[in-house]
């Protein structure tokens, strides 16, 4: 496929502009830092096709389900992440003639996206109606050295003539969401303020009753010389203006610094959020752009420092990588106790911003071997505050005694999905959330967590697993009725194989946990469910391909007709966009890895041969057609030596939304998926492996390639890895001894020693 921007390995590069890639750049050119986010949705007035969108971190809304009919035990709303203040806003006047590149004509254009310095710069030169032609420099940022600012210069440069123009820095809050059940405004004002070069647009959710205030600050400048301007000051509900008339001369450049800042009580009293916007926008507006980007830049060396992946003769592979770092970066920081990993991040509306399984599965790893061991705790705590509405959502659909389903979608707990077949049938989520806490724990041994927060999640999930079997008389064993595995294109299956393996899995690392803490388990198993849960792992009943080490997918799968993906029509893929869901339900592919997601998991209980096996069978079924899938099947075909298979996939995973694969890169971008192109390098390619055992490297590299390096943390301790075509060098990072095994062989590193094994 055709990249959509220029390929640059530190950059994204735009230097046309098109209207219909538009709400494709803004998704893709999106910035933010953690706390907040914003689309690349240009300063001055666009009349054009596009998505406005700026959000806060954890603030939503309950917008009522929309469905056709009610059924017991549906959830009430789907949480929806808010479109909140757009505080972007300048806009521009010459002679009464408002700044607009939908009627300009646009002469030149670029823009980019610095992922190195985590910055939005643009550069466009435009000729008005009346022929007069400007230039304007635009450049922005959300800092990651303070998450509350975010700061915007604006140089404009008449090029053919001086005259009298008008700039109108403004504040926003009167915005709705695109996808809105029942285009319903979801703000209220709860206070404004307008002085000159100050503003403040403070607003507040209607029922969950959110507080966010968003300040800003202001001056314009000729050659670093401050000017003195007289600005008209206009406001209304949810909405401040400053705007001034200045006479600007043919050739010279003036800049309009706009300092933002961004303060919500999802982090601060709510008596304090316009206090602490005002003090931030302070303190950020003192600093002066420039010691604001200083910080901002430092924060994000630091980031890469540690996070950064290297690919040498691979330029789209090398941008793809550090796109999908960078973007997992400016969504999670670890903060903030009450945020999670939205599939979107703070680029798009779509998913409603929520947590789903994806971060237990997905992101969790990467964070794991990528920052201090605190970020990856403060997502599983997450998890453990919200055990009491796991609890209440499994007894909404008949479940007892301290059973506890975990949502498929929740912002505060509760369940919030709107589609009956995932929120009541896609269970293995549970499942992931158990597996984040077992691999936490192989990465940093840190049995404080488990004792405390770990250890309760695992038995109200093992627990929901155990009354969710039931036995059946014919098969002489225990079933898993009416559930939807990882491939969301079939639905309501019996005997999942994922699931009721995960399942399995999660019982039996309980008890192996209880027997561990012993005395110190809380809370306290009684001897009938220890036996119960142990005669439900002994007779579990697992679908298989007669003759073969094939897993079935679920019981019935054999019935379909077996084509293969190549099979259909390039004209009638993606299939979700072209078929009708009964026939996707009828047909044979699969969406995602669902039994190769569970081989994945679990492949230190599978011999290579089992899964080459599996994998040859499921992939060429699979289309690839949920973001989540083709890092799996990277990570599965490196394992068996495929390198082919993985490379292709691995080009697809790491530019699914820098080339647009599926088509709805306007909807914002697939974050979640990010982190498993991550993984698709360091678990796939690099052969990366933390178990119990210890730390395990395995490497391989694309022909394409020279070589790759990337650093992650084991116990903490940084080691940094380099794989070329016929070697490895492994760095000892840290002040500490390891050991760690490559191809089978066990090496022992002191503090800062490097090793150099040649193959």
């Known amino acids: 496929m055709r990249s959509l921007f220029e390929i640059d390995e530190w950059k994204v590069i735009e230097r046309s502009f098109d209207p219909l890639k538009q709400k494709q750049a803004e998704s893709i050119f999106s910035i933010g830092n953690g706390s907040f986010g914003q689309r690349a949705n240009f300063e001055e007035k666009y009349s054009g096709d596009s998505l406005l969108g700026s959000y806060v971190g954890g603030v939503y809304y309950p917008d009522k389900t929309r469905v056709g009919w009610w059924k017991n035990g549906y959830p009430e709303y789907f949480a929806k992440v808010l479109n909140s203040c757009n505080w972007i806003g300048i806009n521009m006047e010459v002679n009464g003639l408002q700044i607009d590149l939908s009627s300009a004509e646009v002469l030149s254009f670029y823009r980019e996206l610095d992922m190195k310095l985590g910055t939005l710069k643009r550069n466009v030169v435009m000729r008005l109606e009346d022929g007069k032609e400007m230039e304007i420099d635009a450049l ?52 404004r303020e307008i002085t000159p070069h100050f503003g403040l647009v403070c607003a507040k959710t209607k029922k969950t009753e959110f507080v966010v205030a968003t300040a800003m600050r202001y001056t314009f400048s000729e050659d670093n010389k401050q000017l003195e301007i007289i600005p008209h000051l206009n406001d209304c509900e949810l909405y401040v203006e400053s705007s001034f008339d200045y006479e600007l001369m043919q050739g010279k450049k003036y800049f309009l610094h706009k300092y933002v800042s961004i303060a919500a009580s999802i982090k601060y009293p709510e008596n304090e959020v316009k206090r602490m916007a005002i003090s931030c926008l302070e303190n950020g507006f003192n600093l002066g752009f420039d010691g604001l980007l200083h910080r901002h830049v430092k924060a994000w060396e630091s980031i890469w420092q540690k996070a950064d ?73 997450y998890r453990f505050n919200h055990l009491q509405k796991a609890i209440e959502n499994a007894e909404k659909l008949g479940f007892k005694n301290g059973a506890a389903l975990y949502p498929m979608v929740t912002m505060n707990g509760e369940e919030c999905h709107n589609e009956w077949e995932i929120t009541f049938e896609e269970i293995h989520r549970n499942g992931a959330i158990a597996f984040g806490i077992y691999n936490y724990i192989r990465h940093t041994n840190d049995k404080d967590y488990l004792k405390e927060y770990g250890f309760p999640v695992l038995l109200g999930i093992a627990r929901f697993w155990a009354q969710r079997f039931n036995w059946s008389g014919s098969k002489n064993a225990f079933v898993m009725l009416g559930v939807t595995g990882p491939n969301e294109y079939e639905n309501n299956v019996n005997n999942n194989w994922y699931t009721n393996y995960i399942a399995r899995w999660c019982i039996d690392y309980c008890l192996k946990i209880q027997e561990e803490l012993g005395n110190e388990s809380n809370p306290k198993m009684s001897e009938k469910e220890v036996s119960t849960f142990r005669h439900i792992i002994e007779n579990i009943y697992f679908p298989q391909l007669t003759g073969t080490s094939i897993f079935l997918q679920q019981e019935g799968f054999m019935d379909k007709e077996q084509l293969s993906a190549s099979d259909i029509p390039r004209n009638e893929r993606p299939i979700n966009q072209y078929w009708s869901w009964d026939r996707i339900l009828r047909s044979v592919f699969i969406k995602q890895a669902d039994v190769l997601q569970g081989l994945y998991l679990f492949e230190e209980f599978f011999d290579v041969q089992t899964i080459k096996e599996n994998f040859d069978f499921y992939e060429p079924k699979t289309v690839h057609e949920s973001s989540l899938s083709p890092c799996i099947h990277v990570i599965l075909a490196a394992k068996i030596g495929n390198l082919e298979k993985a490379y292709e996939l691995y080009l697809r995973t790491s530019r699914l939304d820098l080339d647009d694969y599926n088509h709805e890169a306007e909807e914002g971008l697939h974050i979640t998926s990010m982190a498993g192109t991550w993984m698709s390098l360091v678990e796939g390619f690099g052969g990366v492996r933390i178990t119990e055992k210890g730390l395990q490297i395995n490497p391989s590299i694309p022909m394409t390639w020279a070589s790759y390096s990337f650093q992650l943390l084991y116990l903490n301790l940084p080691i940094h890895i380099t794989v070329s075509k016929n070697s490895c060098i492994v760095k000892n990072k840290s002040q500490k001894f390891i050991t760690f095994k490559l191809h089978e062989i066990i090496y022992e590193l002191e503090s800062s020693q490097e090793i150099k094994i040649s193959y």
């Not at 005259?163 to 979801?186: A, K, W």
């Not at 994806?358 to 605190?374: G, I, Q, V």
Request: glycine content about 8%; some cysteine; overall charge negative.
């Open 309 to 381: 992946i290297v690919i040498s003769g691979d330029s789209a592979a090398q941008q793809g990588i550090r796109f999908n770092i960078f973007h997992l970066y400016q969504t999670y920081t670890g903060k903030n106790a009450k945020l999670n990993i939205g599939p979107k991040g703070f680029t798009g509306e779509k998913y409603g911003g929520a947590t789903y399984w994806d971060t237990e599965a997905y992101c969790l790893p990467f964070y794991l071997k990528t920052a201090d061991y605190r970020i990856a705790r403060q997502l599983l705590i």
């Open 140 to 191: 922005r940022f959300c800092s990651m050295d303070d998450e509350d600012i975010a700061a915007i210069s604006y140089a404009v440069t008449p090029l053919n003539f001086s005259g009298i123009v008008r700039f109108t820095p403004y504040l926003n809050g009167r915005v709705s969401n695109h996808d809105s059940n029942y285009n319903e405004f979801f703000w209220e004002e709860h206070s």
